[in-house]
């Protein structure tokens, strides 16, 4: 019972099909020659189709089926529909609408010309499909030849009955380690053809499983983003971003440089070391770096045909090995922008990366307008996410307008599908980030001679520039006179110790002559003092109808209390000195010196605390 239901599940979907694939017309495909193409990583897949309309309406479009696993991984998808003779051009059209029947994708696409019944017409179908082919083992060694699996159909999957079909796998080699039969196949050297068969019905599918040998690199760009950056003053500016990984079978074990270098047909085989770019023709100032810093190992070549740039990483790419790098160079302006009939501008550059063999799971295509660009509008020839971002540079005010193209499962027919963003810009706009430098330039000059015309000292008769000459006269006396103070104290501590000399080794008249020079010293210096203090007197005096910038009394009665305490501490030392003399003279015991020195020696180190504070008090 469950079998007999699921049977006729599957025989409603596949009438489901049949009517959806039958609008505007029933087709019978007369034959169909399927090419599928394992040279490299990417699956293409080209079929010939010949099909004739059954149904008494007019056909108008026709269908293309996909299964849900190719669905996922389809890079590119396109049909030419045969002109009638045999050099008629074909027409390229592409699908204007995409529906599901069950697990099969359906694609329409629409016919240069309506056909009656009984009509034919011929077309080819070109499908590009990346991640199909699966490393198997999934690691190998260094010295190992790399072997991969890829599914998929003896049978064409067409949305409509076959008559007659065949299909052959170009396989990269002739090593094929096994494959799924199914009578008639036949394997010629590279090759695996499958068919005729007659008859098949719509829908319908018989997988098979081909292992064999491929070495080429499975080189996979797992973000790209493009940056073009449109500059009116001469050149497009073009940046592209890598994030390249070697998705083959993962290396196992250790890396041997020495074997990779001494065995280079033999050891890695299916990794890269050199990739190859397409530059526009009149590309210039390329440049490679990395992570670290500028790669040198790069070779440009340039002729008035093509530009083309060989880059060899650091390191060869083994499966599962990873590397990051930046791509950057110029194009002359007049070669990508171009002047549209209403006035307006365009730039018209290809989609897909440089690099023919490298698949790019996620390219961003960021075009990046001059500031004051308006009306901006993207074309691209196939399905796409856009979005619109705003980036600010130098000098920029309300910044620049950049138009994002993001895309999936990009490869090498990229290249030759061109997209164009119009956009609006007034020749004038060129000129407002230089007017902005000049402007810039004039009013720093113009600030640097302001600054030296302008006098900006204070004015001789002003209160605050008198208060300030009145401080700095006072702070000039207050210093002269505590240098002078350090000398007399000099004098004092050298006679200090002389009497120190005297209580140890009894020489009066050591001590004797350091009493006269310390008199010498004191006696001098009386006179500066005197000097000093009537300079700072009439150095804080009133300015008639100023307000003085220090206290008259204040700071002079500190200074005469200085001075006084400094005589009175001289006048102790001299007595201390005198007392200590005599009593060796007379021959007296240190007790009795010591009782007679004693008063005096307290009175001199209080004069002494009192004076150092006093100094101190100075500088407030």
Known sequence: MARAMALLVLLLVACSSLGSAAAGGSFNVIRADRKVDLLTQVVRVSTAWKVENTGVELATEVQLAL????????????????????????????????????????????????????????????????????????????????????????????????????????????????????????????????????????????????????????????????????????????????KLANKGARLKGSFSRFEYQARPGASGVSAFRHLLARLPVNAHSVYYRDDIGNISTSHLRSDFRKTELELEPRYPLFGGWKVAFTLGYSVPLQDLVFKAPDGSRYLNISFGSPFSHVVVDKLVLKVILPEGSSDMSVSVPFAAEQLQERRYSYLDTVGRKVAVVVKENSILEHQFKFIQVYYKFKSLGMLVEPLMLVMAFFAFFASCIAYTHFDFTLSKSTSAYLAQIQRDEVMDVLQRLQKVLSIRGAAEERLDASLKEVTRTGDIAACKAARKAADAVWKGTSKDLKMLTDSLQSSVKSVPGKTPSVKPSAIVTKVESLLQKEKEMVEKLQQKQMVIVDAYERKLSSKEIDSRVAPVQEKLESLKQEVSSLISSLDD
Request: charged letters at 20%; proline letters at 7%; a negative charge.
């Open 67 to 242: 299964s849900s696993a190719q669905v996922e991984r389809l890079a590119f998808l396109e049909i030419v529909v045969k002109g009638k003779g045999k050099n008629a051009p074909g027409v390229f059209v592409t699908e204007t609408d995409v529906s599901q029947q069950g697990s099969v994708t359906l694609y329409t696409f629409p016919l240069p010309k309506a056909l009656k019944q009984g009509e034919v017409v011929s077309f080819e179908s070109y499908v590009a499909l990346v991640h199909q082919m699966k490393p198997f083992p999934e690691e190998i060694s260094q010295s190992d030849v790399q072997l991969v699996t890829y599914d998929d159909s003896a049978y064409i999957l067409s949305p409509y009955p076959v008559k007659v079909q065949t299909t052959t796998f170009q396989l990269p080699s002739s090593r094929l380690e096994s494959f799924t039969k199914v009578a008639p196949t036949k394997v010629m050297d590279t090759e695996v053809r499958y068919g005729p068969y007659e008859s098949v019905e719509a829908l319908k599918s018989k997988p098979v499983t081909l292992h064999f040998e491929n070495n080429q690199p499975f080189a996979v760009a797992e973000e790209l983003v493009r940056e073009v950056e449109i500059s009116h003053w001469g050149n497009v500016y073009i940046t592209e971003y890598y």
